[in-house]
């Protein structure tokens, strides 16, 4: 910003502190921030470089000043030393049929995989010294996530001591339940709040506030799929992996099987398309992984997904007005 005058840099400021003070109010309150975090930070910004050019002009209403019991809404960031890859989807048994004769022309044979259901929450990193939870922290862009470990110590099924004293980090899925967004839903309702779209968006917004008190009054879950580095463990397949996380005091997703080759894919995918709704948590398909750690990294990553997974996406569920309409008309 060019450098103002102080009469222009007080006019700017009389406009920029009112506007901040309702997003964050906006962001805090109403758990729906009205701009994007780094829409607030650059005007936040702009305050600061005024502030400093005109110290004097400082008011104790100013943004700068509400320091302590309201951090900024950002949060630290985390790099993820092991990237969070992403996930090739297919949409057909077509496709999956094509995945698996990639498989076995890579390996030169049938392979087991283990299918697991793809939970509909968000990804979650959690890292153990001696055995104690030090951080949990969100995707972000794969690389880079959010510090959110004082919420994730309020998620009742994340264990914050394991039975033994390992240093490892694990990762899942976070979600809210269908029961605990109804619930959450008709209170915000009640309290003439926005309420959440989705049990997706409502477990984001829930682990991403920067009040951990706000987290703890929601009940967030997780199922944890994955162990990103086996040290000291004799885990050899992907099936392993989840029964140590199971053993381990993790929460684990149980409709987990091994199949030899696509044989009980078919079955599986067509058995969890539908009983999905009656599910209290929201499903977006199946995923597919070779259930080999060996075979897993002989066949290895490219830049952005393993070679040896698969996600098979479901159509997306049936809207909520059109079951609504059908109970009405009944
Ligand atoms: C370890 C791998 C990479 C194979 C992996 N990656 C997953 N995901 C990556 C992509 N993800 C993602 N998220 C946001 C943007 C892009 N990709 C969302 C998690 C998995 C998600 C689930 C689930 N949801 O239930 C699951 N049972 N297994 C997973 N396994």
Same mark, same amino acid.
């Given at each position: 910003?060019?450098?103002?005058?102080?009469?222009?840099?007080?006019?700017?400021?009389?406009?920029?502190?009112?506007?901040?003070?309702?997003?964050?109010?906006?962001?805090?309150?109403?758990?729906?921030?009205?701009?994007?975090?780094?829409?607030?930070?650059?005007?936040?910004?702009?305050?600061?470089?005024?502030?400093?050019?005109?110290?004097?002009?400082?008011?104790?209403?100013?943004?700068?000043?509400?320091?302590?019991?309201?951090?900024?809404?950002?949060?630290?960031?985390?790099?993820?030393?092991?990237?969070?890859?992403?996930?090739? +989807?297919?949409?057909?048994?077509?496709?999956?049929?094509?995945?698996?004769?990639?498989?076995?022309?890579?390996?030169?044979?049938?392979?087991?995989?283990?299918?697991?259901?793809?939970?509909?929450?968000?990804?979650?990193?959690?890292?153990? @010294?001696?055995?104690?939870?030090?951080? $949990?922290?969100?995707?972000?862009?794969?690389?880079?996530?959010?510090?959110?470990?004082?919420?994730?110590?309020?998620?009742?099924?994340?264990?914050?001591?394991?039975?033994?004293?390992?240093?490892?980090?694990?990762?899942?899925?976070?979600?809210?339940?269908?029961?605990?967004?109804?619930?959450?839903?008709?209170?915000?309702?009640?309290? $003439?709040?926005?309420?959440?779209?989705?049990?997706?968006?409502?477990?984001?917004?829930?682990?991403?506030?920067?009040?951990?008190?706000?987290?703890?009054?929601?009940?967030?879950?997780?199922?944890?799929?994955?162990?990103?580095?086996?040290?000291?463990?004799?885990?050899?397949?992907?099936?392993?992996?989840?029964?140590?996380?199971?053993?381990?005091?993790?929460?684990?997703?149980?409709?987990?099987?091994?199949?030899?080759?696509?044989?009980?894919?078919?079955?599986?995918? @067509?058995?969890?398309?539908?009983?999905? +709704?009656?599910?209290?948590?929201?499903? +977006?398909?199946?995923?597919?992984?070779?259930?080999?750690?060996?075979?897993?990294?002989?066949?290895?990553?490219?830049?952005?997904?393993?070679?040896?997974?698969?996600?098979?996406?479901?159509?997306?569920?049936?809207? @909520?007005?059109?079951?609504?309409?059908?109970?009405?008309?009944?």
């Amino acid at each position: 910003m060019a450098d103002l005058t102080k009469e222009q840099a007080e006019q700017e400021l009389e406009k920029i502190r009112p506007q901040l003070n309702e997003w964050r109010d906006a962001y805090y309150t109403k758990d729906a921030p009205k701009v994007e975090d780094n829409v607030y930070d650059k005007l936040y910004n702009q305050l600061l470089a005024l502030e400093q050019q005109y110290p004097e002009l400082v008011t104790p209403d100013s943004p700068s000043q509400q320091v302590g019991d309201v951090t900024l809404p950002d949060f630290n960031k985390v790099t993820h030393d092991i990237p969070m890859l992403s996930m090739g +989807d297919v949409f057909s048994e077509a496709e999956l049929a094509e995945f698996n004769e990639r498989i076995e022309k890579n390996v030169g044979h049938e392979v087991d995989y283990n299918v697991e259901l793809k939970i509909d929450g968000l990804s979650l990193s959690l890292i153990y @010294e001696n055995g104690i939870l030090v951080q $949990g922290s969100t995707r972000g862009n794969g690389t880079i996530g959010e510090n959110v470990t004082e919420n994730v110590k309020t998620i009742k099924d994340i264990p914050q001591k394991l039975s033994k004293p390992l240093s490892f980090e694990v990762r899942g899925e976070c979600f809210m339940s269908k029961k605990e967004f109804l619930r959450l839903n008709q209170e915000r309702e009640n309290e $003439g709040q926005q309420v959440f779209a989705n049990p997706r968006n409502a477990a984001a917004g829930s682990l991403r506030q920067l009040d951990p008190k706000i987290t703890a009054s929601r009940k967030l879950d997780t199922f944890m799929y994955t162990i990103v580095t086996f040290d000291g463990l004799n885990v050899t397949t992907q099936h392993e992996a989840l029964e140590t996380l199971q053993e381990l005091g993790f929460n684990v997703n149980p409709t987990a099987q091994v199949t030899t080759g696509l044989k009980g894919v078919k079955d599986f995918i @067509e058995h969890y398309g539908e009983v999905r +709704d009656n599910l209290d948590y929201g499903i +977006d398909g199946v995923v597919l992984k070779v259930d080999d750690l060996v075979l897993q990294a002989q066949l290895g990553n490219t830049v952005k997904v393993p070679r040896w997974e698969i996600a098979y996406k479901f159509p997306p569920e049936q809207a @909520e007005s059109v079951v609504r309409e059908i109970t009405w008309t009944i």
